[in-house]
């Protein structure tokens, strides 16, 4: 047997059986290192094993720009390569960025869809492709069957329900028999918009004293809030009892216009938010908001450990909901710690 320049070398030979001893206990820890690294599963951080595409909608509110750092955190976590689309509030964009991970062949898809309609053909394609789709954070519709995996994301539905349930103590507890409401939705056409308009209607149908004014389109946008809050209040003056908006950046424009005509959000008018992010829950803090709906923004690890099981061709869970909690001047306020986003 050929030996190795080194074996010849006499310091080698003095120490050979103590080489022998080191490179027995190195091939020993080695051995249980990937034992241990199986038994964490595929992708764990320092395994870069699985490439996943994701088409995020924009960097519109403090809620999206958490949601972008908690799925790169989490990816980095996992040690999943990702390569992150960014498509500026444009639908044709995410077309576009899921067309390039077809190109690039990526082993799972993930994107969070601004509306829900218009996705059949890319699905398709990617559906022709043999790549699994993961819809995060938001819906979409089609008759099609077998064009998604798996939808991980908030109760929207759920999260408008809360709202109204919300509305309805406080009316009682204020002893009040006549609520003019004003909401401010979410992007037209897209799954929270859709749900949490249906979940708050649908929990104040039956009470009498809930009167819906107007619905208008912030957009999830901050100066759009703004601007929707100056026309409503242009319109219907101190009618208004209630805000409803469908997210924190609407409300957070909102709050200034209100108090520019004198009245004070809180007090005059019941102001009613959803997500849940820092600086909304510092302004329900200074009485300016009654309630915040949470919406998480933390979808990440779902993401990426259902990303893993899809490549190793496991079967995964149809929906994932995070639990969500109401946040209101009913609670202790104090007790809330940060949010994080
Ligand atoms: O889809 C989730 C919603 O989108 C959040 O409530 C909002 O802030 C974001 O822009």
Same mark, same amino acid.
């Given at each position: 047997?050929?030996?190795?320049?080194?074996?010849?070398?006499?310091?080698?030979?003095?120490?050979?059986?103590?080489?022998?001893?080191?490179?027995?206990?190195?091939?020993l820890f080695l051995a249980v290192s990937l034992i241990a690294g199986c038994q964490n599963g595929a992708g764990q951080k320092g395994e870069p094993s699985i490439?996943?595409?994701?088409?995020?909608?924009?960097?519109?509110?403090? /809620?999206?720009?958490?949601?972008?750092?908690?799925?790169?955190?989490?990816?980095?976590?996992?040690?999943?390569?990702? *390569?992150?689309?960014?498509?500026?509030?444009?639908?044709?964009?995410?077309?576009?960025?899921?067309?390039?991970?077809?190109?690039?062949?990526?082993?799972?898809?993930?994107?969070?869809?601004?509306?829900?309609?218009? /996705?059949?053909?890319?699905?398709?394609?990617?559906?022709?492709?043999?790549i699994p789709v993961i819809l995060v954070d938001r819906d979409i519709s089609t008759e099609q069957e077998g064009l998604t995996t798996c939808l991980i994301g908030?109760?929207?539905?759920?999260?408008?329900?809360?709202?109204?349930?919300?509305?309805?103590?406080?009316?009682?507890?204020?002893?009040?028999?006549?609520?003019?409401?004003?909401?401010?939705?979410?992007?037209?056409?897209?799954?929270?918009?859709?749900?949490?308009?249906?979940?708050?209607?649908?929990?104040?149908?039956?009470?009498?004293? *809930?009167?819906?004014?107007?619905?208008?389109?912030?957009?999830?946008?901050?100066?759009?809030?703004?601007?929707? *809050?100056?026309?409503?209040?242009?319109?219907?003056?101190?009618?208004?009892?209630?805000?409803?908006?469908?997210?924190?950046?609407?409300?957070?424009?909102?709050?200034?216009?209100?108090?520019?005509?004198?009245?004070?959000?809180?007090?005059?008018?019941?102001?009613?938010?959803?997500?849940?992010?820092?600086?909304?829950?510092?302004?329900?803090?200074?009485?300016?908001?009654?309630?915040?709906?949470?919406?998480t923004p933390k979808l990440g690890k779902e993401v990426m450990e259902t990303a893993i099981k899809l490549k190793a061709g496991e079967k995964v869970e149809g929906?994932?909901?995070?639990?969500?909690?109401?946040?209101?001047?009913? *609670?202790?306020?104090?007790?809330?710690?940060?949010?994080?986003?």
């Amino acid at each position: 047997m050929k030996k190795s320049q080194g074996e010849d070398h006499p310091k080698f030979r003095k120490n050979n059986g103590i080489f022998r001893s080191f490179r027995a206990i190195l091939c020993l820890f080695l051995a249980v290192s990937l034992i241990a690294g199986c038994q964490n599963g595929a992708g764990q951080k320092g395994e870069p094993s699985i490439l996943l595409g994701f088409s995020q909608i924009g960097s519109e509110s403090a /809620w999206r720009l958490g949601n972008t750092r908690d799925i790169e955190e989490q990816a980095e976590n996992y040690g999943v390569s990702l *390569m992150f689309e960014n498509a500026n509030q444009k639908q044709e964009n995410q077309i576009a960025a899921i067309r390039r991970f077809i190109a690039y062949q990526v082993d799972v898809i993930a994107f969070s869809p601004i509306v829900e309609d218009g /996705w059949d053909n890319v699905l398709l394609e990617a559906k022709e492709a043999g790549i699994p789709v993961i819809l995060v954070d938001r819906d979409i519709s089609t008759e099609q069957e077998g064009l998604t995996t798996c939808l991980i994301g908030a109760d929207f539905y759920k999260e408008g329900l809360m709202a109204g349930e919300y509305l309805i103590r406080k009316a009682d507890s204020l002893g009040l028999d006549h609520l003019n409401i004003v909401e401010i939705t979410g992007t037209d056409n897209s799954t929270p918009m859709r749900q949490r308009q249906a979940g708050f209607a649908d929990a104040i149908a039956n009470d009498e004293r *809930m009167v819906i004014l107007e619905s208008i389109d912030g957009d999830f946008i901050k100066s759009r809030g703004e601007e929707c *809050m100056r026309s409503l209040l242009e319109k219907y003056g101190d009618e208004i009892d209630v805000v409803y908006s469908h997210n924190d950046e609407m409300t957070l424009g909102a709050l200034p216009e209100i108090e520019k005509k004198g009245l004070i959000p809180g007090k005059d008018i019941i102001i009613i938010s959803i997500d849940g992010g820092q600086d909304a829950i510092d302004v329900l803090k200074e009485g300016k908001i009654n309630c915040v709906v949470e919406c998480t923004p933390k979808l990440g690890k779902e993401v990426m450990e259902t990303a893993i099981k899809l490549k190793a061709g496991e079967k995964v869970e149809g929906i994932i909901h995070p639990e969500e909690q109401v946040f209101s001047d009913e *609670m202790n306020l104090s007790e809330i710690g940060p949010r994080g986003y």
